[in-house]
Nanobody, 118 residues
Framework: QLQLVESGGGSVQPGGSLRLSCAASGVTFSSYAITWIRQVPGTEREAVSCITSSGSTNYADSVKGRFAISRDIAKNTVFLQMNSVKPEDTGLYFC???WGCGYDYRSWGQGTQVTVSS
């Protein structure tokens, strides 16, 4: 069974950078699409970025040009590089696996908190 563990969250000032990691175990994750999802209390979850099994990527308009998703298949890890962060990027970031971007999620991590404030 695929298990996901996020790390890399923390506090950062506006304009700064963070890199989140999503480490997979249990099965090889390269056949899955991995999505980073942001949850802010009182709001709906937002799919921030997704990378498919073939390496194609997509981004929410709110992060396009600032965030970059990538993966290291040898390490079974997906990354989310967050640059030029804004206070509205604050939230609990999860990674989730599915058969494709936009498909029902089959596995979730526990989340990592990102706080952007001065």
């Amino acid at each position: 069974q695929l298990q996901l563990v996020e790390s890399g969250g923390g506090s950062v000032q506006p304009g700064g950078s963070l890199r989140l990691s999503c480490a997979a175990s249990g099965v090889t994750f390269s056949s899955y699409a991995i999505t980073w999802i942001r949850q802010v209390p009182g709001t709906e979850r937002e799919a921030v970025s997704c990378i498919t099994s073939s390496g194609s990527t997509n981004y929410a308009d709110s992060v396009k040009g600032r965030f970059a998703i990538s993966r290291d298949i040898a390490k079974n890890t997906v990354f989310l590089q967050m640059n030029s962060v804004k206070p509205e990027d604050t939230g609990l970031y999860f990674c989730a696996a599915a058969w494709g971007c936009g498909y029902d999620y089959r596995s979730w991590g526990q989340g990592t908190q990102v706080t952007v404030s001065s």
